[in-house]
């Protein structure tokens, strides 16, 4: 590329997200944005069961995990840096192999996973007011109100959108962070003398390489950062700020993760890890007595809203993306005058509440997990797509590049293959997992091969090398 060329494609990226006069986005909302999204409820169930099962070796996993993640973050930083528009993964991959595989990824490792990834955030608060206040509030319709609220903050723009996800993630890792310092020195309840099984904090499964067995679980602790990279327009500085923000997050997330967990080693047996639907309920109680309950519930509520506020934000935008260039339907381009993606927002608002109607938790949970196989799947896309552009286009523009380039794209395509194999928690739900895994990939390759071939009129995997 020519030195021009190179300037030309700088100026854009400060045009899009660096001095646009709309940007509002600074590190601190991207950080609460990534760590928003990453630590949900679920996360925090896995945490503590990865505990029970593991417990020292768990540990060792998460910090394979966190690895992993960083070279998820990487692939992440230079595609959307290269590239700055909001259609992030289906972006990158028309440019490196084809609109076909551009569609089928995002769609099956963002928006399908969202859809099902809300309801059960949305059923856990629900069992968490339930608690909380028994026979008070009518069943599912508090998380209805909450959905509800976000839809319209979100609607009103970016800048509502950043104070209300800066409060919410100050909410949620406080409490995380205090539970934690809280367990771990007993100024609340005196450390307890636990009379079942508890956590093994032996080396056995680090010698005997047991422990790889629970990087997956621990992976589900530090996905989602790349969250932040469609919305690369409304940020401040992204060349230094998006790889910065992703980076810092996966370290704070791990460092809270582990204290969050260590704490529960103190207070909680390997029953009651392992056992309970909402082990840090029972760990919020141990700690704190009675008030736990409350503690429990705030969590709960600041996970759940603050991954709704992050997707109900991000994924629009994807979409927004994505019908830009011809890949989706060409209303979700539609923007308010808040210059928000109205109709994608509505959109996913509407296709959570189908899911949140229809199925139970116990559903839900199975459909997740084969679900987010296909997250798995996008990841490695992703690496994939940084192989093949670093190939095809040697002389674009990259203001991130990837340290130790193609290592981390290499280990991260085994690595997520690996666990995308070995993503069912129990052998009976293998056949399960896969086939709901396999219809969901089959379908949306369907529907996305007739689109590319017949609505755009394109080759498969013929890149857009524009």
Same mark, same amino acid.
């Given at each position: ?19 646009d ?10 950080m ?26 768990f ?21 959307s ?11 990158y ?5 084809g ?18 990834a ?6 856990l ?11 008070v509030?009518p069943e599912k319709l ?38 934690g310092l ?18 093994d ?56 993760f582990?204290?969050?967990?260590f ?8 029953d ?21 309950l ?24 994807m ?7 011809g ?5 979700l ?18 296709? =959570?509440?189908?899911? $949140?109607? &229809?199925? @139970?938790?116990?559903?839900l949970?199975?459909? #997740? *997990? %084969? /679900? ?5 799947l ?18 674009h ?11 981390p ?13 070995n993503?069912?928690?129990a052998p009976?739900? =293998?056949?399960?997992? $896969?086939? &709901?895994? @396999?219809?969901?990939?089959?379908l949306?390759? #369907? *529907? %996305? /091969? ?17």
């Amino acid at each position: 590329m020519s030195g021009t060329a190179h300037t030309a494609t700088t100026k854009s990226i400060d045009q899009k997200a660096g001095t646009d006069k709309k940007v509002k986005i600074g590190l601190l909302t991207m950080m609460a944005v990534c760590i928003g999204l990453v630590i949900v409820q679920g996360a925090m169930i896995s945490a503590l069961q990865g505990l029970g099962i593991g417990g020292l070796s768990f540990i060792v996993a998460m910090l394979v995990a966190l690895m992993l993640a960083q070279f998820n973050a990487m692939s992440f930083a230079e595609l959307s840096l290269m590239f700055p528009q909001e259609g992030t993964l289906a972006t990158y991959t028309q440019k490196a192999i084809g609109h076909f595989p551009a569609i089928v990824s995002v769609f099956a490792g963002y928006v399908v996973v969202a859809v099902l990834a809300l309801p059960v955030e949305m059923f856990l608060v629900d069992a968490m007011l339930g608690e909380l206040l028994p026979g008070v509030l009518p069943e599912k319709l508090i998380p209805l109100l909450i959905l509800l609220v976000f839809t319209i903050t979100n609607l009103v723009g970016t800048d509502v959108f950043a104070k209300v996800q800066n409060i919410l993630a100050f909410i949620l890792v406080s409490a995380l962070i205090i539970t934690g310092l809280v367990a771990i020195t007993g100024t609340a309840e005196p450390h307890p003398t636990l009379t079942g099984a508890t956590v093994d904090w032996s080396m056995a499964g680090i010698m005997d390489g047991s422990f790889i067995g629970l990087i997956g679980l621990a992976l589900w602790t530090m996905v989602g950062v790349e969250f932040i990279c469609p919305m690369i327009n409304e940020v401040k500085n992204p060349q230094k700020n998006i790889p910065m923000a992703m980076h810092l997050s996966l370290f704070f997330i791990f460092t809270i993760f582990v204290a969050f967990i260590f704490g529960a080693s103190l207070y909680l047996d390997l029953d009651t890890l392992l056992g309970s639907p909402l082990p840090f309920l029972d760990y919020a109680k141990a700690v704190f007595g009675q008030s736990g309950l409350i503690i429990a519930t705030i969590m709960a509520l600041a996970a759940t809203c603050s991954t709704m506020n992050t997707i109900l934000a991000a994924v629009p935008r994807m979409l927004k993306g994505m019908a830009d260039e011809g890949q989706a339907f060409p209303q979700l381009k539609a923007h308010n005058r808040f210059d928000a993606p109205w109709v994608g927002i509505v959109m996913m608002a509407g296709l =959570t509440t189908i899911p $949140y109607f &229809i199925f @139970g938790i116990d559903s839900l949970i199975m459909l #997740i *997990i %084969a /679900a987010t196989t296909s997250w798995l799947l996008a990841y490695s896309v992703a690496h994939i797509d940084v192989l093949v552009l670093r190939k095809r286009m040697p002389d674009h523009v990259r203001p991130y590049r990837t340290p130790f380039y193609p290592l981390p794209q290499v280990l991260g395509i085994i690595a997520m293959l690996y666990v995308a194999l070995n993503n069912s928690p129990a052998p009976e739900m =293998t056949h399960m997992v $896969y086939s &709901i895994t @396999g219809g969901i990939l089959l379908l949306l390759s #369907i *529907i %996305a /091969a007739v689109w590319v071939k017949f609505y755009m009129k394109r080759n498969l995997f013929e890149p857009d090398m524009d």
